[in-house]
């Protein structure tokens, strides 16, 4: 299969099609789909979380981390209902 650069939806059609026929991708495709993919993303990875989520976040932990300290496991989804 030959490798292109995917411009146009009409271009990603024609390569999944090959994929299919092929069944599935080969070790160089999912390699530069994984470099792409991280270069991609690397920016929103080193930006951290925003202050105002990791607050969100404390705030939503809270009755957990309390459940837990009560003599709880603070997981309501223990599946032993």
Excluded: C, T, W
Excluded at 14 to 38: D, F, P
Excluded at 51 to 75: H, M, T, V
């Amino acid at each position: 299969m030959k490798i292109q650069r995917l411009n146009s939806r009409g271009s990603v059609d024609q390569i999944m099609k090959e994929v299919k026929k092929q069944g599935g991708l080969n070790a160089e495709i999912q390699s530069r789909i994984g470099h792409q993919l991280r270069a991609m993303y690397d920016d929103v990875v080193r930006q951290g979380v925003p202050d105002r989520f990791a607050e969100l976040i404390k705030k939503l932990d809270g009755p957990q981390e309390a459940a837990a300290q009560a003599g709880g496991d603070g997981d309501k989804n223990n599946g032993g209902d």
